[in-house]
């Protein structure tokens, strides 16, 4: 993962929808699951983004009710 960030951010191309989803899947807490948000940006298919931002927006639920 970390490798891939650093090529998108050289501009060096996209993410995969798997790269992005285990990122969101592996955040600890909301920094890493806005940090990892943030990639989905370089996810080229707008379908693929989309259930991207469902799983954000999962994730980001799970760790308001923790908190909550």
């Known amino acids: 993962q970390d490798e891939a960030l650093k ?3 050289q501009g060096g191309g ?3 929808y ?6 969101l899947e592996a ?4 920094d890493a699951l806005d940090a990892a ?3 989905m940006q370089y996810v ?8 991207l931002g469902g ?3 999962r994730r980001m639920a799970g760790f308001n009710s923790q908190n909550g």
């Open 7 to 9: 090529q998108v951010e």
């Open 14 to 16: 996209t993410m995969t």
């Open 18 to 23: 798997a790269e992005v989803a285990s990122a």
């Open 27 to 30: 955040a600890k807490d909301r």
């Open 37 to 39: 948000a943030d990639l």
């Open 44 to 51: 080229a298919d707008p379908k693929q983004r989309n259930e």
């Open 55 to 57: 799983i954000a927006t």
